[in-house]
């Protein structure tokens, strides 16, 4: 049978808020990384402050990063109960719709790499590796296809004549 793949899209967390509950070092990142997409936060500490449903009401998105998978589960239960439509959890919840990816963003281009949950630590070898190769000329391409994408619009042509083009008929393109 043919493994589900989930769908990677670009979403605009910004205006959402977003609900973390646990603050250990993944509850921190996770919360870190919403943070940097824009979302607003509410973090619930298990120590100061414990997960209560309450918590909920006009949360878009809640992580459960607890250390304690059956407390992860309940949570999301919760959550999805309450019509909270993003669910994650830092364990092997039934009750979580989406994984984090390994993701970073360079000069506008932004790219993830997903394991779907199956193994964190090669996706975050493998996000590293692909920064590194990024460094290479290809961030150089990204940008003048962007440049060269917008001329064709503006010419009115179609901007799959730049897709085989080198980088040296990209900088020609661009001079005409």
């Known amino acids: 049978m043919r493994e589900k793949m989930k769908a990677p899209i670009d979403y605009d967390f910004s205006e959402k808020t977003a609900l973390v509950v646990g603050d250990g070092p993944v509850g921190r990142r996770r919360a870190d990384k919403l943070v940097s997409y824009g979302c607003k936060l ?3 500490s298990l120590k100061t402050n414990p997960f209560d449903p309450a918590m909920l009401k006009g949360v878009d998105i809640v992580v459960a990063a607890t250390d304690d998978e059956k407390l992860n589960d309940r949570i ?3 959550a999805g109960e309450a019509g909270v439509p ?9 009750y979580g719709n989406f994984s984090f990816p390994g993701s970073f963003c360079e000069d506008g281009l932004t ?4 394991t779907g949950g199956a193994s964190p630590g090669f996706t975050a070898l493998f996000t590293e590796h692909i920064r590194k190769e990024l460094k290479g000329g290809w961030l150089r391409r990204f940008e003048l296809m962007k440049k060269a994408r917008m001329r064709c619009r503006e010419k009115g042509e179609d901007p799959k ?3 085989d083009l080198s980088m040296k008929q990209l900088e020609d393109y661009l001079e005409k």
């Open 42 to 44: 509410k973090v619930s």
């Open 76 to 78: 999301l239960k919760a």
């Open 86 to 94: 993003l669910l994650n959890s830092v364990g092997f919840s039934a």
């Open 111 to 114: 790219v993830s790499v997903s």
């Open 161 to 163: 004549i730049l897709e």
